[in-house]
């Protein structure tokens, strides 16, 4: 039914209603859930109410007080009313006509926040409505308003669209519903609106986080499976090229490298493309691995492309990857924003020609004019930084080509399953030996100076130190260390160690010199903002020190420690952090006590919540409106093995109790299109 045929919705509410609510029919009503709701359900006596508070009662009017006037502001109605309990005063300001809804003598029903003033328990402004008979005691629902449209507009219209019901259909096999005992849609629908109870509340809100889950775990999986049957890629030959790699390296690969790579290596010699992830805390040595799979294509002919988010590691990557190779005849292209015209004509030219076989760069490389010869293996470094649509871009310049990406953002288990629904998971769930655990302290900005006292001793013995601001430069605004004022302050005090500064304002040749004055040891002290946050290598940097650590994210936190400790040397991190900044000090101190990357993102994600939880949306999940990925991940576990038999019996859901549930899948995700079927 469409709203303007409801009574008391006019055209113009109904245009209000359509353009600002996108609520047209009475069945859009429907899935416009409340977003809270007030307890009419009990009645509460008036001698009861002892604290402030939002109470329901039901009570006779004594007395009407109009132009009642307060102080010089202005005049009110005062309403007095009682119950057998007691009595309270309910008070409307500056509106006269109110006194035009009330009689002496009659009961109604009141709902509003109670305070206590000189004269006792008053309500102001409350809801009510009147009943001589009895006031209906319910649950009612509160929905989102806008300008022009009330709250009692909108229970209206529910209503309505409740009692229409009969026209809801099922949207969930009905022997999957009882099998786990949860109710029907039309009943859900109807108690998500107006409770009957709590009970029954709470049986509706099971059932549509049900629903939603399960649609998205549906669709996840006929995303996951499809590429398996419709895309043939490279199968890689049987050899020893990744042995031969890595007896070529001056170390020994650590048991969970060694197993990431065999992941890896089964993955290229198939013949379905490779489409994996790799994680790995900060640290554990995902750009070997990266290498190794890079020179498998290679030395099959094929050209790889590494695409890593900053420049900054990129060049890091490029020297890395010379190092690798040096003594093969793997040869090596770079390609960043930063590097000349000419250079990089020759480099898109050698790469159109197949003289490149493996491009390190930067977004550059997904650029139109980038043109492979023979693409064969995509990396993308740090894939937070990037959106499934740059991964595909880049991969869309092969055929078919593997797709590996590397994340040192752990993402906890139970929800990269659901995020990266659509990529085989691999972890390197190890650090590389000798590494010390890095010393973790929070300070409070009070003992600031003793921290960079502490520093000047290990700065004696030859080692560097990061030093981290949340700001470039003094700031108004924020109260915070910029990075300057920091390099400023570094320099007073150390002039001996030589302080560099380093942060995202600066071009990109300015920046590759101060790191590589830094890595070569020449600057003792680097004066950062988190540019430094991704991927950078420099073992002999022992110590990170993180200004205004409140400013910064679990994840951001646990990242910028992991630049240091990373040779043999024990090293350290302090946190210098305002103790007044509640949440700051919290994350600090959960920095402090975990080294586990996985335990921090699970933190973090609590902390947070999954919106805030970086990519969730760029990987192209469809918007969830009642299920919550965080605090519903036992329901989305407990559905899946639901899932996946239903699929197995029916893959393309075509049987007819399972339409429904295509249906669901086609709408929640716009078009099964969508999921590359
Ligand atoms: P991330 O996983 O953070 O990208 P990197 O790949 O940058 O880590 O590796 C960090 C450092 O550890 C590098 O200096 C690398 O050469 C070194 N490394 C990697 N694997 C090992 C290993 N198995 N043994 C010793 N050092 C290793
Ligand atoms: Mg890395």
Wanted: aromatic share 8%.
């Amino acid at each position: 039914m469409n709203i303007n045929e409801i009574k008391g919705i006019g055209p113009k509410k109904s245009a209000l209603l359509n353009k600002e609510l996108g609520i047209f029919t009475t069945e859009d009503m429907l899935g416009n859930y409340p977003v809270s709701y007030e307890d009419r359900s009990v009645i509460i006596p008036i001698g009861e109410i002892a604290a402030d508070g939002v109470y329901f009662i039901t009570a006779s009017v004594v007395k009407i007080i109009k132009n009642y006037v307060y102080g010089n502001k202005g005049k009110m109605i005062k309403i007095l009313v009682h119950d057998d309990t007691g009595g309270l005063e309910i008070i409307f300001f500056n509106a006269s006509y109110y006194d035009k809804s009330f009689k002496v003598g009659e009961q109604y029903g009141f709902y509003g926040k109670v305070t206590f003033g000189k004269s006792g328990p008053q309500m102001v402004h409350p809801d009510f409505e009147k009943n001589s008979h009895e006031i209906k005691k319910e649950i009612l629902p509160v929905y989102r308003t806008v300008k022009g449209i009330t709250q009692k507009d909108l229970r209206k219209i529910a209503r309505e669209a409740v009692s229409e019901s009969i026209n809801i259909n099922e949207t969930l096999p009905v022997r999957i519903l009882e099998r786990n005992n949860i109710c029907g849609r039309d009943f859900a629908l109807k108690n998500i609106h107006f409770p009957a109870d709590k009970k029954s509340f709470a049986a509706a809100k099971y059932r549509i986080i049900y629903e939603e889950l399960f649609l998205l775990q549906t669709g996840l999986f006929i995303k996951g499976s499809s590429r398996c049957r419709t895309e043939r890629g490279i199968a890689f030959s049987h050899d020893n090229y990744v042995g031969e790699f890595i007896n070529s390296l001056n170390f020994t690969l650590t048991d969970a490298q060694q197993r990431v790579i065999r992941e890896i290596v089964l993955d290229m010699e198939s013949a379905v493309p490779m489409q994996r992830l790799v994680q790995g805390d900060v640290g554990s040595g995902k750009t070997v691995v990266a290498a190794a799979a890079l020179y498998k294509a290679a030395k099959n002919g094929y050209q790889g492309v590494l695409m890593a988010p900053t420049e900054l590691l990129a060049d890091q990557h490029y020297d890395t990857f010379k190092n690798f190779f040096k003594n093969t005849d793997v040869k090596i292209g770079f390609l960043v924003s930063g590097i000349s015209a000419k250079e990089k004509r020759e480099t898109l030219e050698a790469l159109k020609a197949g003289n490149i076989d493996i491009l390190i760069g930067t977004h550059a490389v997904i650029q139109e004019n980038v043109i492979f010869n023979k693409l064969g293996i995509v990396i993308t470094d740090e894939q937070h930084r990037f959106g499934v649509e740059q991964r595909m871009k880049l991969a869309a310049k092969g055929n078919n080509p593997d797709i590996l990406v590397m994340t040192a953002t752990p993402i906890p288990r139970s929800l990269a399953v659901i995020i990266f629904g659509d990529l085989d998971i691999s972890i390197i769930d190890e650090l590389p030996p000798g590494r010390k655990q890095i010393i973790t302290k929070v300070v409070s900005k009070k003992s600031r100076s003793a921290v960079y006292k502490k520093i000047e001793k290990l700065l004696n013995e030859g080692q560097q130190v990061y030093a981290v601001a949340p700001l470039i430069a003094d700031s108004e605004a924020v109260e915070a260390v910029s990075a300057e004022s920091l390099y400023e302050e570094l320099c007073e005090k150390y002039p001996k160690y030589n302080p560099a500064l380093l942060h995202g304002g600066m071009n990109q040749k300015e920046k590759d010199y101060i790191m590589q004055e830094f890595s070569e040891g020449k600057r003792g002290i680097l004066a950062a903002t988190v540019v430094i946050e991704v991927g950078i290598n420099v073992p002999n940097a022992t110590v990170m020190i993180v200004e205004n650590a409140e400013r910064f994210g679990l994840a951001q936190l646990h990242q910028l420690r992991g630049r240091v400790g990373r040779g043999e040397k024990q090293s350290y991190c302090y946190l210098i952090t305002d103790p007044k900044s509640e949440l700051g000090m919290e994350r600090a101190k959960t920095i402090e006590e975990t080294a586990d990357g996985f335990v921090i993102a699970e933190k973090d994600l609590q902390m947070r919540g999954p919106g805030d939880f970086f990519g969730l949306r760029q990987h192209g999940l469809p918007q969830l409106v009642m299920a919550d990925l965080v605090r519903h991940i036992g329901i989305l576990n407990s559905l899946r093995s639901d899932v996946k038999e239903m699929l197995q019996e029916d893959p393309s859901l075509s049987l007819p109790y399972n339409r429904c549930v295509a249906e669901g899948v086609e709408k929640m995700f716009g078009s099964f299109e969508n999921l590359g079927i």
